[in-house]
């Protein structure tokens, strides 16, 4: 069965970084985009960025250009999100998702999610 | 950007009575070229991440139980639930994802048992 497993929890300084993992099973990893996508708590989600695991090409949100870098390991299908100069702001839980179809942009499988406390 | 609104915030349906969710884009996500909606709706329960409902407006994703279904075109949408049951409170999200990859979420809308 088709899972994503991500890291666990982080506690980051403020200026720091931080690197979540999503390791990916029951499918084929580079036959899948994988999007990352964040939830402050007890607010809505965040769409972050994409990457195809097969080129590892990437796209960003404008707020996270210049910040966030989207990379793969394709042989141990991991997916990594990287999230620098971290703020207050940044804390949220973290999500990696699976993009269900090629070419179009919805979420059939999503990571248990990684809670990122930003917090000096 | 298409920006993605949801109507009511809130709401409380008693067990069994249908539950009715509203969602706008900004401009249409329906695609004249293959009369496609690009519009798809999670659910998400406390703790847990979003769950596929259903995608292209109106088709359910492999396991949905039937009481959940998806209508509208264009820029108007709705997810209705038939019988409200217990197992679904949550919060539900429309996305939109026309300008895939720049996919956009709707605010969400929070079910509850009247």
């Known amino acids: 069965q088709v899972q994503l497993v991500q890291s666990g929890a982080e506690v980051k300084k403020p200026g720091a970084s931080v690197k979540v993992s999503c390791k990916a099973s029951?499918?084929?990893?580079?036959?899948?985009?994988i999007n990352w996508v964040r939830q402050a708590t007890g607010q809505g989600l965040e769409w972050m960025g994409w990457?195809?695991?097969?080129?590892?090409?990437?796209g960003y949100a404008q707020k996270f250009q210049g910040r966030v870098t989207m990379t793969r390991n394709t042989s141990i299908s991991t997916a990594y999100m990287e999230l620098s100069s971290l703020r207050s702001e940044d804390t949220a839980v973290y999500y990696c998702a699976r993009v269900a179809s090629s070419g179009y942009y919805y979420f059939d499988y999503w990571g248990q999610g990684t809670l990122v406390t930003v917090s000096s | 950007d298409i920006v993605m609104t949801q109507s009511p915030d809130s709401l409380a349906v008693s067990l069994g009575e249908r539950a009715t969710i509203n969602c706008k884009s900004s401009?249409?996500?329906?695609?004249?070229?293959?009369?496609?909606?690009?519009l798809a709706w999670y659910q998400q329960k406390p703790g847990q991440p979003p769950k596929l409902l259903i995608y292209?407006?109106?088709t359910r994703e492999s396991g949905v139980p039937d009481r959940f279904s998806g209508s509208g075109s264009g820029t108007d949408f709705t997810l209705t639930i038939s019988s409200l049951q217990a197992e679904d409170v949550a919060v539900y999200y429309c996305?939109?994802?026309?300008?895939?990859?720049?996919?956009?979420f709707g605010p969400g809308t929070k079910v509850d048992i009247k």
């Open positions: 996305q939109q994802y026309y300008s895939t990859p720049e996919i956009t």
């Open positions: 292209w407006a109106s």
């Open positions: 990457m195809n695991p097969n080129s590892g090409n990437t």
């Open positions: 401009q249409s996500v329906l695609y004249s070229s293959n009369n496609k909606n690009y």
């Open positions: 029951g499918y084929t990893f580079t036959s899948y985009d």
